[in-house]
């Protein structure tokens, strides 16, 4: 198991020398451009081959008569580099397309063999390779990373009894109960089919059309408007397995289970006003997020959670645990930490792992196994037919990234790229071969289904048990701090304000008004539509469920810094003492910062040090950072002042409610941006190097939402 981290850009392989091969000469020095990139340093490197072996002399010019004339056919170089250019991409995902991947492990923390025979939960401290791939489900591949979206949580762990994948998100229920209606669910919120917009977002008709028509999506409705679906980066979400499932133990006895990812810096999301522009000036922000934290050796991290209950929970909870527009809550059913997930090493190659990835949420070891759920059982089909379809080839379980890390031996062969056929003559069984007839079946160690009586008419009919739509989701919105209330309503007013029908805003808020009374009149305001009558219900909401803290993101922030990132805006002549003091207090808080000046070449501090920048300040705006500086001397805060890029790096950070630190001469631009009579307990001047620490603590909090009601005119409202 690799336990080192790979800094970005360092690849673990180098390439194949040819033997022998001494570049004589490259093209760049043929033609006389002798550049310094276009030397061939040190005499032996790896020559330029075609796909078939052939060494390549020319990889510039095609072959032609004369210099002037046409393209000869007989140039196979060209003719086989061109072909494989032209058939680089494989379908994307239909949905979860945009997506980052990471290699790490599992670590077991406590054994569940009483409840499981599954290996992997058998010895404490032993480690089992994992991949996590992240997503978003809406936006196509190169869209970008802060849609208001669910995001996708699938790890697979390369267990020593096969591959078990855990294809879950970062909220714990889904918009429907039946597998029948993804299609329509997605089409909805993919961009319409005759305009082919908009992309990666829900805040269009067809989207809020197809919900109100769908009552049971509203619980999880209440999950995707809220901050949950606009997380600062992947690393500080939680997953879920999302269905129940279910362990079943050496004789075979089940108990069922849902799944948990916590993760260890805690739970923090973004502004939506935030959001909105970190799209544009970093579309990439939670993959460069994640890149960069594995590079720099500070490793993801998340406990692996279980909440196991048997069948007598299951009949007196309040709802069907096979419905997964549901969830237990933890106070109901305990989470019981087993293991954790360090993520600790960057992919090699993007296409080959994080694209080539096959989930499949059938992929479960012996010792768990499925529910009735029946998105579940719908997905268990889904999976294996869209690897097909997208990787081309029912071999797709050659390719290293989805091959088991376990000992494989079956009777399937040939096919589209097959790596692996069966050695020797039998290629069936039973067979009378002996030991030469190749794997046997093993009833002892071998996968068992568990023995679930099922009985009743064949029917195309929902469960009365699944009927209650607006109980939890209600259960959600009352576990909500005021703040993450109000993002919420904000988050349905924007949405709505996107659709152009009124009669689709209006049949939402028919629906919220089951959920809570206030929340449907404040999003009915906000829309300036009048109330519209409550919806049509199947069953009356249950008004009694009590609030669960573990719903809310700021009830479960990290309380300290680590993890996060300062914006620094400095100048020539910034107080070096105090800079210095800054980085130094970041470090000691296990947090980065990144240095933005007016030019990327950095600035002099005022003992003459000098200090390079990552960002220059147009494209370094304060909605990259979690909370920023700003250390100038007068005369940089003259110019900063002047500065419409720095303005918006103040305004942007007091706005969303971020902690700024500033040295005294930075009042200078916090007048010309509008903020000097507004400065309140998030504002904290920096009079010296000792206020540093103090500072960083201070930032612990993340935000200063209360500074929310003075900055929006919804919340002053
Ligand atoms: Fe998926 N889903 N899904 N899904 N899903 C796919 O499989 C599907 C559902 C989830 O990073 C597809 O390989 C159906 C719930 C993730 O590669 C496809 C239904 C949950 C990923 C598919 C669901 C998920 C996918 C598209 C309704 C949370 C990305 C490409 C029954 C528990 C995995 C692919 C990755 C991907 C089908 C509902 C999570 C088409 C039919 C519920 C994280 O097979």
Known sequence: MASKGKKPGESAKTAPKAPGAKIETSYAERQGAGGETHQVAGGEVAALTTAQGAPVADDQNTLRYGARGPALLEDFHFREKI???????????????????????????????????????????????????????????????????VRGFAVKLYTKEGNWDIVGNNIPVFFIQDAIKFPDLVHSVKPAPDRAFPQAQSAHDNFWDFISLTPESFHMIMWTMSDRAIPRSFRFMEGFGVHTFRFLDAKDRSTFVKFHWKPKLGLQSVAWNEAVKINGADPDFHRRDLWDAIGSGDFPEWELGVQIFDEDFAESFAFDVLDPTKFIPEDEVPVQVVGRLVLDRAVDNFFAETEQVAFCTQNVPPGIDFSNDPLLQGRNFSYLDTQLKRLGSPNFTHIPINAPKCPMAHFQQDGHMAMRNPQGRANYEPNSWGAEGGPREDPARGFRSFAAEETGPKTRLRPESFADH???????????????????????????SKCERPDIRSRVVSHLRHIDGSLAATVADGLGLPLPEPAKAARPTITDLPPSDALSIVRNGPGSFAGRKLGILVTDGADAALFTALVAAVKKEKAVHEVVAPKIGGVTLSD??????????????????????????????????????????????????????????????FEKAGLADDLDEGCIELTGARDAGAFLKACGALRLWEREARVDLDAAA
């Open 608 to 669: 003459g040090t000098k200090v390079a920048a990552q960002q220059k300040i147009d494209g370094g705006p304060s909605v990259l950072f979690d909370a920023v500086a700003v250390i100038a001397s007068k005369d940089g805060a003259t110019l900063l002042a002047g500065d419409a890029a720095a303005k918006d790096f103040a305004t942007d950070a007091f706005a969303h409610c971020k902690f700024i630190g500033y040295s005294s001469e930075a009042m200078a631009l």
């Open 83 to 149: 072909f494989h250019f032209d058939h680089e991409r494989i379908p994307e995902r239909v949905v979860h397309a945009r997506g980052y991947g990471a290699h790490g492990y599992f670590e077991l923390t406590k054994s569940l063999s009483k409840v499981t025979r599954a290996d992997i939960f058998q010895r404490v401290g032993e480690r089992t390779p994992a991949f996590v791939r992240f997503s978003t489900v809406a936006g196509s591949k190169g869209s970008f990373d802060l849609a208001r979206d």
């Open 470 to 496: 607006y109980s939890q989701a209600r259960q959600f919105y009352i576990s909500q701090t005021p703040i993450e209330q109000k993002h919420l309503v904000d988050a349905l007013v924007f949405e709505l």
